[in-house]
């Protein structure tokens, strides 16, 4: 059995979720794109001054203003929603590759066929990335056709402290680009983790709470940071060091974006290298 039947058939089983996933996050995305017109003239610096742990939350750690259509996008989608829901199904798939299969007894049946360990571990991981990418393009291009229906494509006029006015310019599609790409570099990152643990520990629910906490545990940690500066030192390991802090769908791509790409790969490599050593868990 060939690694391109192994890949087909994984994506073929999960085509329905797929195409739920795919429809639900771009209604989400669309709906928040659409409350734009009625909170386009808000000011960040009420939404700012509940301090540093308050603003990195929000995303205003960079001093964005969400009244303008990039920096509304920030707050409403980039900073908070669309990571979340792209890391979601990042987990889940990095914990169906392997650990979800092995758990009822179906990867013992797979591998009792003409197949290797790596090929499954390859189709199934490639599997993954290219659900990922599937709901990652469609939401983009969702929200990319959103922009001038809520003219989030329109330059913005404000007024700064100081009374001078400023001029914000819209959101276009390479802004999309950057921010899902990033959005879902974090999200493959966080999948190479679910992917690990389940191929190491061959239990669900192992490699679910521990990716889980993973993520939700760096998300702690950069916020705890933007309160005390001893633990910056320890912000390296969270992904949201660089994801809030470069705001790439407000100032564009940065070489940071590479470092959840490393993440995953190896994060799979040790899994696969893993998963090779070791008997498969009884159901």
Same mark, same amino acid.
């Given at each position: +059995?060939?690694?391109?039947?192994?890949?087909? !058939?994984?994506?073929?089983?999960?085509?329905?979720?797929?195409?739920?996933? &795919?429809?639900?996050?771009?209604?989400?995305?669309?709906?928040?794109?659409?409350?734009?017109?009625?909170?386009?003239?808000?000011?960040?610096?009420?939404?700012?001054?509940?301090?540093?742990? +308050?603003?990195?939350?929000?995303?205003?750690?960079?001093?964005?203003?969400?009244?303008?259509?990039?920096?509304?996008?920030?707050?409403?989608?980039?900073?908070?929603?669309?990571?979340? +829901?792209?890391?979601?199904?990042? /987990?889940?798939?990095?914990?169906?590759?392997?650990?979800?299969?092995?758990?009822?007894?179906?990867?013992?049946?797979?591998?009792?066929?003409?197949?290797?360990?790596?090929?499954?571990?390859?189709?199934?991981?490639?599997?993954?990335?290219?659900?990922?990418?599937?709901? *990652?393009v469609f939401s983009g291009l969702a929200l990319v056709?959103?922009?001038?229906?809520?003219?989030?494509?329109?330059?913005t006029t404000s007024t700064a402290a100081d009374g001078?006015? /400023?001029?914000?310019?819209?959101? =276009?599609?390479?802004? #999309?680009?950057?921010? &899902?790409?990033?959005?879902?570099?974090?999200?493959?990152?966080?999948?190479?983790?679910?992917?690990?643990?389940?191929?190491?520990?061959? !239990?669900?629910g192992v490699a679910l709470g521990g990716a889980s906490?993973?993520?939700?545990?760096?998300?702690?940690?950069? =916020?705890?940071?933007? +309160? &005390?500066? *001893?633990?910056?030192?320890? =912000?390296? #390991? *969270?992904?949201?060091?660089?994801?809030?802090?470069?705001?790439?769908?407000?100032?564009?791509? &940065?070489?940071?974006?590479?470092?959840?790409?490393?993440?995953?790969?190896?994060?799979?490599?040790?899994?696969?290298?893993?998963?090779?050593?070791?008997?498969?868990?009884?159901?």
């Open positions: +059995m060939s690694g391109g039947v192994v890949y087909r !058939r994984w994506l073929r089983d999960r085509a329905r979720s797929t195409l739920v996933w &795919t429809v639900g996050v771009v209604l989400i995305v669309v709906a928040s794109a659409a409350f734009y017109p009625s909170l386009s003239g808000a000011s960040g610096g009420g939404l700012g001054s509940g301090g540093s742990a +308050m603003s990195s939350l929000l995303g205003l750690s960079k001093g964005i203003d969400p009244g303008s259509p990039l920096g509304f996008l920030w707050i409403s989608l980039y900073a908070n929603i669309y990571p979340w +829901m792209l890391m979601a199904l990042g /987990v889940a798939l990095g914990v169906a590759a392997i650990a979800g299969d092995e758990e009822t007894g179906a990867l013992e049946y797979l591998l009792a066929k003409p197949v290797t360990r790596t090929t499954v571990a390859f189709a199934r991981f490639a599997g993954a990335v290219t659900i990922l990418l599937v709901v *990652s056709l959103s922009l001038p229906l809520f003219d989030l494509n329109q330059a001078s006015k /400023v001029i914000s310019p819209g959101a =276009t599609a390479i802004d #999309i680009f950057n921010g &899902t790409f990033s959005s879902f570099a974090v999200a493959l990152g966080l999948a190479g983790v679910a992917f690990l643990i389940g191929a190491i520990t061959g !239990r669900k906490a993973f993520g939700i545990g760096g998300y702690v940690l950069y =916020t705890l940071s933007n +309160m &005390t500066g *001893s633990l910056k030192p320890l =912000t390296w #390991i *969270s992904p949201w060091r660089w994801y809030v802090d470069d705001a790439m769908a407000v100032y564009g791509l &940065t070489w940071n974006v590479v470092l959840p790409f490393a993440g995953a790969v190896v994060g799979f490599l040790i899994g696969w290298w893993a998963f090779l050593r070791r008997d498969l868990q009884n159901p």
